[in-house]
C-alpha cells in the first residue's frame, strides 16, 4: 500500500466535483486538492446547459471559461403558444471541461482511472490499495440511495448533427413541444452550432427510469425531417437519466450517502426539483466550499448539510409543481404546465428557472390560467 497526504480530497470529477476542484485552486492556490475519478476522463460525456439567471455574477466567473457555446436569447415552442426570451442562454461540453481543469490543476493533483473503494470524513482509501489521508474529504460521486426519494425521471437523448444544407434555428431552443403531445411529455431541445450544425436532444418524463435509445434516435430523426433536414453526420452524443422528485425524507437519504461525510451534487439532493438540473447547485457549493476556511472533514459536513438541507426546504413549492404536473394531471396534458410558466413574465421565469421564486412569484403562478392551485401559493 503506498498513502498520499492533501487539503482536500475530491472524490468524482464529473461537473460538481470538477467546480470544486477548480474553485478552490483558485481561491487557495497553496492547499493540495485532489480530485480522484474513476474514468478516463473527467466530465464524462455530456453537454450542460444553463441560462444566464440560473447562477449570480461569482458563478458566472467560475463558468465562463467552460463555456463552448452562447446564444443571446432562447425560446419555448408549444402547440398553441411559443415566444422567444431575452435571457442568455450557454452550453458547456464535457471535453472542454477536461481541459480547461487539467490546465487549471497541476497534474499530480488529478487521479483519473482511480476508484474509491471507502471514504470516511478524513480519508480515502482506492481500489489499487493507495491510502489517501485528507484534512477533509467532499464526496461528488453519483446519488445515494434513490429508493428514499418519490421520483419522476427526465430522460434525454441527443447529438450533435451535421446536415446536407444550411438550417432555419436562430436562437437555442430550450423546449419545442410543438409535435402532437398525445405522444406523451415530451420535447426537443434545439441548440445552433454552425449554419449546417445543430445539437438535437430528444426528453421526455415518465414515471419509469429505463432508456430506450432506439426510441430517442427515431425521434430525433423525425424531427429533423419534419423541418425538412437531411443528415449528413453525427457526433458528440449524450445520453442520461436524471431524477425529478416530487416528495422524500432529506435526512436519509443525506446518510444514505455516507454517515458523516461531506457530499455534493445528486448525492446531497442538490438538483432542480422539476428539470433535475445540478449546474447552479453546482456552482453555488464550489464557491462555497472554495472560499471555506476550514476543509476539516467535519467542518464541511456540517457546513454542506446544513445547505443542502435548507435547499431542499425551500424547494418543496418546485416538488408540488414537479407532483401535480406529472403525477395528478393526464400525460397528454402535462405540457401545458409548462406552457403556463412560460406566459409569465420574465423575471418570474428566470426566478423559477433559479429557484428564488417569491410569495408573488407563487401567487401569480396560481391565478388566471396559472397551472397551480391558490394553495400551494400560501405554503412557502
Given at each position: 500500500m ?19 476542484a ?13 480530485l ?61 471541461f ?11 493533483s488529478?487521479?483519473?482511472g ?55 434555428v ?15 411529455f ?76 461531506a ?34 472533514g ?5 457546513m ?77
Amino acid at each position: 500500500m503506498t498513502g498520499v497526504a492533501c487539503d482536500l480530497a475530491i472524490i468524482g470529477g464529473g461537473l460538481s466535483g470538477g467546480l470544486i476542484a477548480m474553485a478552490a485552486r483558485r481561491a487557495q492556490p497553496d492547499k493540495r486538492i485532489l480530485l480522484i475519478e474513476a474514468a478516463p476522463a473527467l466530465g464524462g460525456n455530456h453537454l450542460w446547459s444553463f441560462i444566464d439567471s440560473d447562477v449570480g455574477a461569482a458563478e458566472k466567473d467560475l463558468l465562463r471559461p467552460l463555456v463552448n457555446y452562447g446564444w443571446r436569447e432562447f425560446s419555448v415552442v408549444f402547440p398553441r403558444y411559443k415566444r422567444a426570451l431575452p435571457q442568455p442562454f450557454y452550453s458547456i461540453r464535457s471535453d472542454r471541461f477536461d481541459a480547461a481543469l487539467r490546465e487549471a490543476m497541476p497534474a499530480e493533483s488529478i487521479l483519473t482511472g482511480r476508484r474509491a473503494a471507502g471514504v470516511s470524513a478524513d480519508g480515502v482509501v482506492l481500489e489499487d490499495g493507495t491510502m489517501i489521508a485528507a484534512h477533509g474529504v467532499v464526496d461528488a460521486r453519483g446519488p445515494g440511495d434513490l429508493s428514499l426519494l418519490d421520483l419522476h425521471w427526465r430522460k434525454f437523448v441527443g447529438y450533435e448533427l451535421t446536415l446536407d444544407g444550411p438550417h432555419s434555428v436562430r436562437r437555442a431552443t430550450l423546449i419545442d413541444a410543438a409535435a402532437d403531445p398525445a405522444e406523451g411529455f415530451q420535447y426537443m431541445t434545439m441548440l445552433p452550432i454552425e449554419s449546417d450544425r445543430l445539437f438535437i436532444e430528444d426528453v421526455r418524463y415518465e414515471a419509469h427510469p429505463e432508456l430506450d435509445m432506439t426510441d430517442h434516435g427515431n425521434r430525433i430523426v423525425n424531427h429533423a425531417a419534419r423541418f425538412g433536414w437531411r443528415i449528413r453526420s453525427s457526433a458528440r452524443g449524450q445520453a442520461g437519466i436524471v431524477p425529478v422528485a416530487v416528495g422524500g425524507d432529506f435526512e436519509d437519504y443525506w446518510r444514505s450517502g455516507g454517515e458523516g461525510v461531506a457530499k455534493v451534487g445528486l448525492r446531497a439532493g442538490l438538483f432542480h426539483p422539476v428539470s433535475g438540473n445540478t449546474l447552479g447547485d453546482a456552482a453555488r457549493t464550489a464557491l462555497m466550499i472554495a472560499q471555506a476556511k476550514d476543509w476539516s472533514g467535519t467542518a464541511l459536513h456540517k457546513m454542506l448539510h446544513a445547505h443542502a438541507a435548507k435547499a431542499w426546504a425551500k424547494r418543496d413549492y418546485y416538488r408540488r409543481f414537479a407532483k401535480r404536473m406529472l403525477r395528478e394531471t393526464p400525460v397528454p396534458e402535462s405540457y401545458k404546465f409548462l406552457e403556463a410558466l412560460y406566459t409569465m413574465d420574465t423575471d418570474l421565469i428566470a426566478r423559477f428557472h433559479g429557484m428564488t421564486l417569491g410569495f408573488t412569484d407563487r401567487l401569480a403562478l396560481s391565478l388566471g390560467d396559472g397551472p397551480m392551485p391558490l394553495s400551494a401559493a400560501m405554503k412557502t
